[in-house]
């Protein structure tokens, strides 16, 4: 009886809460005039939340389920089992169809391919499985990575390279963005490319890098008025030009979208060393626009959702492959498939292994190579 008491307690204050937070959503005119100017809900980061502003319980719920990067936290709470250590490679490779990778510290580490990688994507192959490769690097399009392959000996084909690059420019389309609007880019040449293939208008981007600043007395920057949404991704050219203006854009043009490509806070730039990833450059923007982007690459679901539909395949039957727990394994478990986490890129053992650790993926093991050694040992 008591826990039914404090259970009502409980429901009664957050309901409360969620009240608050719904009135503070919805009752301002700027929330009334952009609910009205883009009707479509995804833009909020969520598809159902236009829907749920008419429950507040819900709404302070499902936000609560999603943290700063819009990663899907269980609603219970609960934990998820450790992580068992790959024993039998086959039994996990017959109990899928597909096979989705990381690229950066699964497949290379820079520009160096990992051990053992074409022999196992070719075991792979043979015995039928789809194989698909997804990475949170914006700086390449589609095409270039199909290159970057080609100069490593891998045969694959641009239709199965997934970039957050090319993520941004899908969702675009999927929410039917203005073809009259323009995109102000920070970021490299990946994301312009796949936004030119799109037909979109762009601006900014790697030609900005050299803009410098003089801040002389009175001095205001202008920025397009016709910009109607900042795709921010891994730029190696970033400057205070480019914060500036993307916050000028964010800031006071009615509308105007705020996209991160992905938040990673660092990336494998060569084998020697972890550089500043991403994450850096969309940090920069929210400390200025105090807003959060809305993330299209890992681990929002917004990539395998469009795999899954794209290639008819069941979440069920997909592995995710990745080194990274806060992208890669959260990306599979978000979109509800099987995970493996290899420890050849930024995730060690330890911290995997960490009390502070609360992802856990399904399975772990060095490299994907072992799928062949531990092949040969169940034989």
Same mark, same amino acid.
């Given at each position: 009886?008591?826990?039914? *008491?404090? *259970?009502?307690?409980?429901?009664?204050?957050?309901?409360?809460?969620?009240?608050?937070?719904?009135?503070?959503?919805?009752?301002?005119?700027?929330?009334?005039?952009?609910?009205?100017?883009?009707?479509?809900?995804?833009?909020?980061?969520?598809?159902?939340?236009?829907?749920?502003?008419?429950?507040?319980?819900?709404?302070?719920?499902?936000?609560?389920?999603?943290?700063?990067?819009?990663?899907?936290?269980?609603?219970?709470?609960?934990?998820? =089992?450790?992580?068992?250590?790959?024993?039998?490679?086959?039994?996990?490779?017959?109990?899928?169809?597909?096979?989705?990778?990381?690229?950066?510290?699964?497949?290379?580490?820079?520009? +160096?391919?990992?051990?053992?990688?074409?022999?196992?994507?070719?075991? %792979?192959?043979?015995?039928?499985?789809?194989?698909?490769?997804?990475?949170?690097?914006?700086?390449?399009?589609?095409?270039? @990575?199909?290159?970057?392959?080609?100069?490593?000996?891998?045969?694959?084909?641009?239709?199965?390279?997934?970039?957050?690059?090319?993520?941004?420019?899908?969702?675009?389309?999927?929410?039917?963005?203005?073809?009259?609007?323009?995109?102000?880019?920070?970021?490299?040449?990946?994301?312009?490319?796949?936004?030119?293939?799109?037909?979109?208008?762009?601006?900014?981007?790697?030609?900005?890098?050299? +803009?410098?600043?003089?801040?002389?007395?009175?001095?205001?920057?202008?920025?397009?008025?016709?910009?109607?949404?900042?795709?921010?991704?891994?730029?190696?050219?970033?400057?205070?030009?480019?914060?500036?203006?993307?916050?000028?854009?964010?800031?006071?043009?009615?509308?105007?979208?705020?996209?991160?490509?992905?938040?990673?806070?660092?990336?494998?730039?060569?084998?020697?060393?972890?550089? =500043?990833?991403?994450?850096?450059?969309?940090?920069?923007?929210?400390?200025?626009?105090?807003?959060?982007?809305?993330?299209?690459?890992?681990?929002?679901?917004?990539?395998?959702? @469009?795999?899954?539909?794209?290639?008819?395949?069941?979440?069920?039957?997909?592995?995710?492959?990745?080194?990274? %727990?806060?992208?890669?394994?959260?990306?599979?478990?978000?979109?509800?498939?099987?995970?493996?986490?290899?420890?050849?890129?930024?995730?060690?053992?330890?911290?995997?292994?960490?009390?502070?650790?609360?992802?856990?993926?399904?399975? @772990?093991?060095? +490299?994907?190579?072992?799928?062949?050694?531990?092949?040969?040992?169940?034989?």
């Amino acid at each position: 009886e008591r826990e039914r *008491e404090g *259970e009502r307690k409980m429901l009664s204050t957050t309901s409360s809460r969620a009240a608050s937070i719904s009135a503070t959503l919805f009752s301002s005119p700027s929330s009334h005039r952009l609910l009205q100017k883009n009707p479509n809900p995804s833009l909020f980061g969520h598809k159902q939340i236009c829907t749920y502003a008419s429950n507040p319980l819900t709404l302070f719920v499902n936000l609560r389920c999603y943290n700063k990067r819009n990663v899907r936290m269980s609603p219970n709470f609960s934990t998820r =089992a450790s992580a068992q250590q790959l024993k039998n490679a086959d039994e996990l490779i017959d109990s899928v169809e597909t096979f989705i990778f990381d690229c950066d510290g699964v497949i290379w580490k820079g520009d +160096k391919l990992i051990d053992g990688v074409p022999e196992t994507l070719d075991m %792979l192959r043979t015995k039928g499985k789809r194989l698909v490769f997804v990475t949170n690097n914006s700086t390449k399009s589609r095409k270039q @990575y199909g290159k970057k392959f080609e100069s490593l000996g891998l045969n694959v084909n641009e239709e199965e390279i997934f970039a957050s690059s090319f993520a941004a420019a899908a969702y675009l389309k999927s929410i039917n963005f203005p073809k009259d609007k323009k995109v102000y880019v920070i970021g490299e040449d990946g994301i312009l490319k796949e936004l030119e293939l799109a037909g979109f208008q762009y601006l900014g981007g790697p030609e900005d890098g050299d +803009k410098k600043i003089e801040l002389k007395p009175g001095f205001m920057m202008e920025q397009d008025k016709n910009v109607g949404a900042v795709v921010v991704g891994f730029d190696r050219y970033f400057n205070y030009f480019k914060v500036q203006y993307g916050t000028l854009c964010i800031r006071e043009n009615p509308g105007c979208l705020f996209i991160a490509t992905n938040r990673d806070a660092v990336t494998h730039l060569t084998d020697a060393q972890e550089w =500043a990833g991403g994450g850096s450059m969309v940090g920069a923007l929210c400390g200025s626009t105090q807003r959060e982007p809305l993330v299209v690459g890992k681990p929002s679901t917004f990539m395998m959702d @469009y795999l899954a539909n794209k290639f008819g395949i069941l979440k069920s039957q997909i592995c995710m492959v990745g080194d990274r %727990l806060d992208t890669d394994i959260l990306f599979g478990q978000n979109g509800g498939c099987k995970t493996l986490l290899v420890l050849s890129g930024v995730t060690s053992l330890s911290v995997l292994q960490s009390p502070s650790n609360s992802v856990q993926p399904d399975f @772990y093991t060095n +490299k994907i190579s072992d799928f062949l050694s531990l092949k040969a040992a169940t034989v």
